[in-house]
């Protein structure tokens, strides 16, 4: 594999992907329930996932499967949660664009940022990403059960019908 | 030679996918970087298969399935997905896909799936 042709390739599409996640999440500061929005972010933080992956860049890789994981929380739900998780989206957005930084500047894997990876972390204490959901929505959503994605907010396989129910079917 | 068109919104990812396979005797016809262009890309050029991410813009690899088999019941999709995203790739495969490669690729993984399944075909 010609690595610095790929090296290439992935900082100029992941620094793209970047300034496209910083603008959406400009949009759902101010409209968090923006659905584009989150699935935009939702995919580009995939996408860089799915490039640095291929490259061994595996502090990148975590950082952005965190992220990629809090998005689907998100979509699931259909809005973000504004305060606190809107401000560990851009610490985590800081993060990729550091070590993307890192790899223009070095060419080299930039080291692991536990400190980040733990905050962007489902069980972390703020900012995560259901909790600061009412109720009725956390009951749409478990716990993921399986090693590798423990503790993930995922969507239940049945839904509570008086919980998850679209909203007009319920005054019906 | 195998037709292939290639349908993943990341270029990385397709480029990548083109340097595995034309030296393994696969001919990339085209590359399409979301859900509606490569519905459109498959009527026009009419691929031996396909490999597609679940993950893109406009309408998700899933939906661009659905939409293709409809379209062509035999067409044989390869699904390109991530670890972690087993229950989308369990949906693939009821949709109609062949098989899947899971991200980070390995090149030989990635020709041996295909070999399969156009043997499969044939």
């Known amino acids: 594999m010609d690595l610095a042709k790929y090296r290439n390739l992935f900082l100029e599409e992941a620094t793209e992907h970047l300034a496209e996640m910083s603008r959406a999440l400009l949009i759902l500061e101010k409209h968090p329930d923006d659905g584009e929005a989150i699935d935009l972010v939702f995919r580009m933080a995939h996408s860089i996932k799915g490039m640095a992956g291929s490259l061994g860049y595996d502090s990148i890789t975590e950082i952005a499967h965190k992220l990629e994981d809090r998005m689907d929380a998100y979509r699931a739900v259909g809005r973000i949660e504004v305060v606190e998780g809107i401000a560990m989206l851009f610490r985590g957005l800081d993060g990729l664009e550091r070590m993307i930084d890192v790899v223009r500047e070095s060419g080299e894997p930039p080291p692991p940022d536990l400190e980040l990876a733990n905050a962007l972390s489902p069980d972390a204490a703020s900012g995560a990403a259901p909790d600061a959901l009412e109720e009725p929505e956390k009951k749409c959503l478990r716990r993921a059960q399986t090693p590798r994605r423990r503790g993930v907010w995922v969507r239940r396989r049945r839904r509570p019908r008086s919980a998850c129910a679209p909203r007009a079917w319920i005054a019906s | ?122």
């Not at chain 2, 037709?3 to 340097?19: E, N, P, T």
């Not at chain 2, 087993?86 to 030989?108: H, N, R, S, W, Y």
């Open chain 2, 1 to 122: 030679m195998t037709r292939v068109l290639i349908a993943d919104d990341a270029s990385f990812m397709r480029q990548m996918i083109r340097d595995i396979i034309e030296p393994e005797g696969f001919e990339v016809v085209g590359e399409a970087s979301d859900g509606v262009e490569v519905i459109e890309k498959f009527k026009e050029l009419h691929p031996d298969l396909v490999m597609m991410d679940i993950v893109m813009p406009k309408r998700s690899g899933i939906d661009a399935l659905k939409g293709i088999v409809a379209m062509d019941p035999t067409a044989q999709i390869v699904m390109c997905s991530a670890l972690g995203q087993e229950t989308l790739v369990m949906e693939a495969i009821q949709a109609g896909a062949k098989d899947f490669i899971v991200k980070p690729f390995k090149p030989e993984s990635v020709v041996a799936t295909l070999r399969k399944t156009l043997e499969k075909e044939s």
